[in-house]
């Protein structure tokens, strides 16, 4: 399954993304994290989905070929700027799948667009970080917080933060580094973003499925038990051998899991999801 790449512009500003898969198939949208960008977290898993599935993958602004929103000011705004794009795609149903950064921003999604996002995957995030309350303070503040989550962000993408990420060693090629550093900037902002999001309690009234990869060290597999706690009726499912990138490193096993899930919940009624 060939994976085609494409640019067009969504309120003067260019969209870069990914696309395979019949349009006439069920919609799923991939939403990676900080770490990189579209093409870099997703483009060996688009072929496998989209045997399937027909699957969006687009960069986030400020990611790989997306221009950067400078109105954008916390990941409320992430979320409605994809569910633009996912208007722009003619599609009015979707599923989505985040990793980090992402897995939130897709869980945002599924709690303020339930009638859009018919299911989210969550794959090592989701969970709203407990920032202090004197750091939101200084993040609101336009110069201060640029410098400090650019600060961040470096440190976050430096080698050894990275082999904390990632369990199995060999993912990390020159490439994705390279990679990696060429998006710090992005990772800046959704990192400033994400630490004044308000701790919020609400849960999505969709179907929902956590993965985690059990030798992730920079996010523990206790914040996955605390997410799995805060969304009760979500599936929870531990994936061994892999860290931050289950996509990644274990892309089969990830695949499985996804359409597993897809399978089960393809003719049910949003009544009978569990906290609905």
């Known amino acids: 399954m060939s994976v085609g790449e494409h640019e067009f512009t969504l309120n003067n500003r260019r969209v870069n993304y990914y696309e395979a898969g019949l349009h006439h198939s069920r919609s799923i949208l991939l939403i990676h994290g900080g770490i990189g960008d579209a093409k870099q ?6 072929p496998l989905l989209a045997e399937d599935y027909h699957v969006l993958a687009p960069d986030l602004p400020g990611f790989g070929g997306t221009e950067a929103v400078a109105g954008h000011k916390n990941l409320s705004d992430v979320t409605a700027w994809l569910i633009e794009f996912l208007k722009s795609q003619d599609v009015e149903q979707v599923i ?23 299911g989210v995957i969550m794959s090592n995030g989701g969970y709203v970080p407990d920032v202090p309350s004197a750091v939101r303070l200084i993040m609101k503040i336009p110069i201060v917080s640029g410098i400090l989550s650019g600060i961040l962000a470096n440190i976050a993408t ?12 060999d993912a990390i090629s020159p490439e994705f580094t390279a990679c990696v550093k060429s998006n710090t900037s992005g990772y800046a ?3 400033k973003m994400t630490a004044i999001q308000p701790q919020s309690t609400n849960k999505p009234m969709v179907a929902m499925l956590i993965l985690w990869g059990v030798e992730d060290k920079s996010i523990p597999l ?14 929870y499912i531990e994936i ?12 089969d096993i990830f695949e499985w899991h ?3 899930f897809l399978t089960k919940h393809n003719s049910v009624k949003r009544s009978e999801i569990p906290g609905t």
Request: net charge negative; proline share 4%; charged share 20%.
């Open 240 to 251: 061994e051998n892999c860290g931050h990138f289950p996509h990644l490193e274990e892309p």
């Open 189 to 191: 902002r959704l990192m």
């Open 41 to 46: 977290n997703w483009y060996n898993i688009i």
């Open 96 to 118: 989505v799948i985040g990793n980090s950064f992402g897995a939130l921003i897709a869980r945002l999604m599924a709690v303020k667009y339930p009638q859009i996002v018919a």
């Open 222 to 235: 206790a914040v996955g038990h605390k997410l799995k706690n805060a969304l009760a009726s979500a599936e």
């Open 158 to 169: 430096s080698t050894e933060s990275l082999s904390e990420m990632i369990h199995q060693e």
């Open 258 to 260: 996804v359409k597993q």
